[in-house]
């Protein structure tokens, strides 16, 4: 019942800027909270961003100052707005939306979902 859509990922150079797009689409009746998720080949995927229906951001650490989330809610759409990328930033960048989707002509909540994109590569090398 729902899809997650990401964009934005690339080949940047130190110091550059990338910003990813994520927008979920599908029977939503509701996007409860979004976030960003990074892995690199042999590690587990990790936390970057994540932000709530009334907008409480989260961060990892390594990423503080320099990446900003952000949500569109009307266009059902996350932001991570990357700054001053580093090579050790380099990774498949994941979007993970959750909430409660509805079901045929109803619209009230019928159940809950917790689902990934596809991924997108970020590349950060000169």
């Known amino acids: 019942q729902v899809q997650l859509e990401e964009s934005g990922g690339g080949l940047v150079q130190p110091g550059g800027s990338l910003r990813l797009s994520c927008t979920v689409s599908g029977r939503i009746f509701s996007i409860d909270r979004m976030g960003w998720y990074r892995q690199v080949p042999g590690k587990q995927r990790e936390l970057v961003a994540s932000?709530?229906?009334?907008?409480?951001?989260d961060y990892a650490d390594s990423v503080k100052g320099r990446f900003t989330i952000s949500r569109d809610d009307a266009k059902k759409t996350t932001y991570l707005q990357m700054n001053s990328l580093k090579p050790e930033d380099t990774a498949v960048y994941y979007c993970?939306?959750?909430?409660?989707?509805?079901?045929?002509?109803?619209?009230?909540?019928?159940?809950?979902?917790?689902?990934w994109g596809q991924g997108t590569q970020v590349t950060v090398s000169s």
């Open positions: 932000i709530t229906v009334d907008g409480s951001e």
């Open positions: 993970k939306a959750g909430g409660t989707y509805f079901e045929g002509t109803y619209y009230y909540p019928a159940g809950t979902y917790d689902d």
